[in-house]
């Protein structure tokens, strides 16, 4: 993204931030909704766009951001929540690219994709066999629309995050393993390194979102929080989007969210059904999302 | 004594059906070049099949293996030919087909979860066939898991046959070790491609109707089957069948020791702890030579 896009989206930040004071009821919930996704899926493609490995792991940070929150959310200042569930989604994350990113990508799906149960299983067991609780409650008296502005925040720190890797070293680097990795290794790049560096920047983001979610549910248990349809909806949203511009992903990310608002209300037994269809018909329709679109109309408006 | 061979017998059927299972994923991604990520989904729709034929019209589950084994196979040709055709048509490179594939069995994951859900709803489910005790080497056995345990035997040797001796499973083979090549001496890739799928939905509805004999089971557990399905077969080296019989077992024995010594609720962490020592050790699997 150029310096100038970021300082249009900066000020469009801005004025979204105003929200809060025209309406505090469903248009800040919705702004919620949408402002979560945005960050989710804009990290989601961060890493995923460029290097073309799929996660489908966005469940499992969102859910360590939030059950940092669960435990710790009373016992530290509010900061420094944010700052451990921060350190957890990179550790975890660190932890997954040492063991799958130096490979080839199918491993790294493989592994992602049963991660959100293993850790939810995980956090079970030790609330079972250790804490003897199953769910906690969340008393902090975070507002409504104290959650949209840190929701904002986040995104425009995230923005600022991959305009500045768009435009270094690393995320050339990036650009030449998703072209082809054979020869990124050839030219010299240290590719598991990069990959491993994006992969836990993108998992901060989505940890520290889960973290300023967390307030919002006053109860949470590992079925909560570690929900796989974030995954699924994060993955949808990026895709339909576009994943491999900084922007793309919100393309994806305001559309889907109302289609799910208005699936979940209209056929809540359904839902699931209705989403994967969407979500396949996406894969087939869209495969470079929405903003791979823009160029070929571009072209057809000049011809 | 008694429960260390009563916990081993366990673990060589738990192991046993994963072997079973995997060998049809192996097919898929091995020689179809489709990694499916909605597998296990259709294994737990092969065990809500089985339960609705017996509690429905009293079709014993091994009956209803005939029945259910063929529907798989047309099903899964169905949604090969339908949705992953195109996506193998499109693709510039073997890399692409990996990620459509990834994204599409993704979407069709949740499609097939949701209409479970919509049809069974959430809640587990078991039925009792053939549950009697029977002695065996200093434990007790019920009867079922052995008698799913000799029919995965039995399934998984007619695939070797198959695959081994027949003129078809040779040019699966053949698509196997390289899809190229496999056109030249003129075996029909796509075709071979399309059986291979198909085998593969064939041989996880029938682990599925085997498991439903001896497990609970619920609409959301596809995914759980899935991701072992994936390890044993990564462990076992990608179309390896001897390799995915060996880490089959691995990972049954494994997971029942832990089970009964450690904590039941640790069985998917000691999946992925089996994981991470391939990944880490032998990334090519237990018996692959090269890697990737």
């Known amino acids: 993204m150029s310096l100038r896009a970021f300082g249009l989206a900066l000020a469009a930040l801005a004025a979204l931030a105003l929200l809060p004071w025209l309406d505090t009821g469903f248009w800040l919930a919705l702004g919620i909704g949408i402002a979560q996704y945005a960050v989710l899926a804009t990290a989601w493609a961060l890493f995923s766009g460029p290097t073309g490995y799929v996660s489908l792991a966005s469940a499992a940070f969102f859910g360590i951001g939030a059950y940092a929150v669960a435990v710790l959310g009373e016992a530290l200042p509010w900061p420094v929540v944010l700052l451990v569930a921060a350190a957890l989604g990179v550790a975890v994350s660190l932890l997954v690219g040492f063991a799958t990113l130096r490979l080839s990508g199918v491993y790294f799906v493989v592994f992602t994709f049963g991660l959100a149960e293993l850790i939810r299983q995980l956090v079970t067991w030790f609330e079972v066999n250790v804490t003897r609780t199953i769910g906690r409650y969340v008393f902090l008296d975070a507002t409504q629309a104290g959650i949209y502005w840190q929701l904002l925040a986040l995104f425009a720190l995230l923005l600022a995050a991959g305009t500045w890797i768009g435009r270094s070293r690393l995320g050339f680097a990036l650009r030449v393993i998703g072209g082809d990795e054979v020869v990124a290794r050839h030219v010299g790049i240290d590719t598991a390194r990069a990959k491993i560096a994006l992969f836990a920047v993108s998992a901060l983001f989505m940890a520290v979102t889960g973290a300023v979610m967390a307030p919002r549910w006053t109860y949470i248990d590992p079925a909560i929080a570690f929900n796989p349809v974030i995954s699924f909806q994060v993955l949808i949203m990026a895709l339909l989007g576009g994943a491999h511009r900084l922007l793309g992903p919100l393309l994806g990310v305001v559309p889907l969210t109302l289609l799910f608002e208005l699936l979940n209300a209209h056929f809540p037994n359904h839902a699931s059904i209705l989403l994967g269809a969407v979500f396949m018909l996406v894969v087939y329709a869209v495969p470079r999302g929405v903003i791979g679109l823009l160029p070929l109309l571009r072209r057809r408006a000049v011809a | ?292």
């Open chain 2, 1 to 292: 004594m008694e429960a260390v061979a009563g916990t081993l017998l366990s673990g060589v059927v738990l192991g046993g059906m994963y072997g079973l299972v995997a060998l049809g994923l192996t097919l898929q991604y091995g020689i179809a070049r489709i990694m499916n990520l909605a597998y296990g989904e259709f294994l737990v729709a092969a065990c809500f099949a089985a339960l609705w034929l017996f509690t429905a019209a009293g079709v014993s589950p091994l009956l209803g293996l005939l029945l259910i084994v063929p529907a798989a196979f047309l099903l899964n040709l169905l949604v090969y030919r339908i949705f992953l055709a195109p996506l193998v048509r499109r693709a510039a490179s073997p890399a692409a087909l990996e990620t459509d594939s990834i994204l599409a069995t993704f979407g069709l994951l949740f499609v097939v979860q949701g209409a479970m859900l919509a049809a069974f709803g959430g809640a587990y489910q078991n039925y009792s066939v053939l549950a009697v005790p029977v002695p065996l080497l200093g434990a007790v056995v019920p009867a079922n898991r052995l008698v799913a345990l000799l029919f995965a035997v039995a399934i998984g040797g007619a695939l070797f046959l198959w695959l081994a001796r027949t003129r078809a499973g040779t040019a699966l083979r053949g698509v196997a070790v390289n899809p190229v090549a496999a056109q030249l001496v003129g075996i029909d890739v796509r075709r071979a491609a399309a059986l291979a799928f198909a085998a593969g939905g064939a041989l996880v509805a029938a682990g599925g109707v085997l498991v439903s004999m001896f497990l609970t089971f619920n609409a959301a557990m596809g995914v759980v089957f899935t991701m072992k399905a994936l390890v044993v077969v990564i462990m076992g080296g990608v179309g390896n069948l001897l390799g995915c019989l060996v880490a089959g077992l691995l990972l049954g024995l494994a997971e029942t020791a832990v089970a009964a010594w450690v904590d039941p609720g640790l069985t998917l962490a000691a999946t992925y702890a089996l994981f991470l020592g391939v990944l880490i050790a032998r990334p090519a699997g237990l018996f692959g030579r090269v890697a990737r």
